[in-house]
């Protein structure tokens, strides 16, 4: 190794060290604590280049979630007038959204609750098609499980405007779920990350209006004739 990748490896990060990265938890960058790490230094001789991987165990030092944290770099990305590599950085469980299920999702029936977390984990895992085959699939298990009647998935989104589950408005919105979800499944096409951003929130929103809403007025309801 020369004397310059000598110094970039040596500006690593190291136990007990903190370090900026996404909290799975809370939702946002936070400060971590290196708990404990691993170097594997490594070189490709068809290249002359060498790396290095630094495996990381990290704990945020807000909700003290412990994760995982990957540092890579290589001889190659060295900038000499720092001294330093440029590094590629990997988190598990992978969060390149960093986005947390709503609030009191335990509501959700257990017939729809494991796609949209499975939505949110492709999402999450930079899946784009995944993500935007989950985002309709969200609302056709919502459809099934009140039973809205109908041939397609369009007349079923359609049909929860008259069982009260959404305006017309609502509903003109949802639409862009299927046609999300259509562009994903059939013409095996990514979107883009907002507009996946922009899918889930709507499908959350109906989440939140069918089952998550009603489900915490029933129980205020409860609390208050007791």
Known sequence: MSDDWD????????????????????????????????????????RSMQFWDDYQVVECKGCKRCSFRKVYADSESVDLSRGEADETIEHYPQRINNRRAIPDAHLIPAEVLPIYEETLAALRS???ILAGIGVRAIVEAVCKHVS?????????IDDL????????DGARVLHA????GNVAAHEMLAHTNDDLIKGIEIAEHLLRTVYVIPAIADGLSRRSST
């Open 7 to 46: 110094l970039s490896y040596n500006h690593g990060t190291h136990e007990g060290e903190d370090v900026r990265c996404p909290c799975p938890d809370c939702g946002r960058d936070t400060y971590h604590t290196v708990l404990t790490n691993v170097v594997q230094l490594g070189s490709s001789e068809s």
């Open 161 to 168: 405007v008259p069982k009260g589950f959404l305006t017309s």
């Open 148 to 156: 809205a009647t109908g041939r397609t998935l369009e007349s079923r």
């Open 126 to 128: 930079n899946l784009p």
């Open 177 to 180: 779920t299927r046609l999300m």
